[in-house]
């Protein structure tokens, strides 16, 4: 499957492993992948990154969280009313989610 081209239906997914991918796509390429992660991922879901690789500044919708050497990203989906949402150990605020 061509991760930038178009996604396929894909039910909900636990995990999505991009491990030392993300850095052959340049930024637009990038938030594309990254808001086709969110439309699959399950929102107690895990993407894991290489170490050379994080969604920062890329798509705000991640958080960062250590997976042993590499980095393990949550969406930030408080659900409505909440008001924050605890991922990774620490309070954060409702998100500003995408689609494209
Ligand atoms: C450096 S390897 C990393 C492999 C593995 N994830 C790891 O960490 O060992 C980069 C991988 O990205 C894949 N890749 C690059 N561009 C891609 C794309 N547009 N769609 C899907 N896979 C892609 C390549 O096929 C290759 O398997």
Redesign the pocket.
Known sequence: ????GRWPPLPPIDVI?L???MI?FDLETKRSVLAKVRRVLRPDGFLVL?SAETTINVDDAFERGKFGAANCYRIHLPRPGEGAGHRFGKTVSRPNVRGD
Request: net charge positive.
């Open positions: 499957m061509n991760l930038a492993l491990r030392n991918v052959y290489g």
